[in-house]
C-alpha cells in the first residue's frame, strides 16, 4: 500500500509538471501575436523613426528600424505599426537604400530593397543589403490605417546617415 501512495503523489506531480507546462505553451501563444519582425541575431539597432509625417492628427502610427550586423557586414530595416493599429492597416511599407559608391548622391552603383503589402499588418519587411560595411544609408516605412493618409518616416530626405 505505501508503494502505491508514491505512485499516486508522482503521478499527481507529474500531472502538475504537465499541466504548467501547458500553461506555458498557451501563455507563449498570446506573445507571438504581434509579431514583431527580425533581421537576424547577430544585428543590433542602430535608429528608429516614428510614422508621423502626414499624419494629420499627429500622432505615430509606427516606427521604422535600421539595424546593422558587424558579422553579416548587412544592414537591414523593418517598419512596424503601432500596437494600438495592428490588424488596422490597409498598407505598411519599408524600403532600405545604401550608397554603394559612397558619393553621397542616389545614382546607378547605389543598391535599394523594400517590401511593401496591403496584406501586412505587423510589420514590413526586413529587408536587408549585405556587403554594405561602413556604407551611408536611408531608410523609410509608411503605414495607412484604413481610409486615412499615408503616413511616413525616416531619415530625412535626401540624407545619407548611419555610415558606420
Not at 30 to 35: F, K, M
Request: glycine letters at 12%; hydrophobic letters at 35%.
Amino acid at each position: 500500500m505505501a508503494n502505491r501512495r508514491k505512485i499516486t503523489r508522482w503521478a499527481a506531480g507529474g500531472m502538475t509538471v504537465a499541466a504548467v507546462a501547458a500553461l506555458t505553451v498557451v501563455s507563449a501563444g498570446p506573445a507571438q501575436a504581434y509579431p514583431k519582425g527580425s533581421c537576424g541575431q547577430s544585428y543590433r539597432k542602430v535608429a528608429s523613426y516614428p510614422l508621423t509625417q502626414g499624419a494629420k492628427d499627429g500622432k505615430s502610427y509606427g516606427t521604422v528600424t535600421l539595424y546593422q550586423s558587424p558579422t553579416a557586414h548587412a544592414k537591414c530595416a523593418i517598419a512596424r505599426v503601432a500596437p494600438s493599429y495592428i490588424g488596422k492597416t490597409s498598407y505598411l511599407y519599408v524600403e532600405l537604400f545604401v550608397d554603394k559608391n559612397q558619393n553621397k548622391k542616389y545614382d546607378g552603383p547605389d543598391k535599394g530593397a523594400a517590401s511593401g503589402s496591403e496584406k501586412y499588418k505587423w510589420f514590413a519587411g526586413p529587408v536587408h543589403i549585405y556587403g554594405v560595411d561602413h556604407r551611408c544609408v536611408q531608410f523609410a516605412g509608411a503605414v495607412r490605417i484604413g481610409s486615412k493618409p499615408l503616413v511616413r518616416g525616416g531619415t530625412p530626405s535626401g540624407k545619407w546617415m548611419y555610415c558606420g
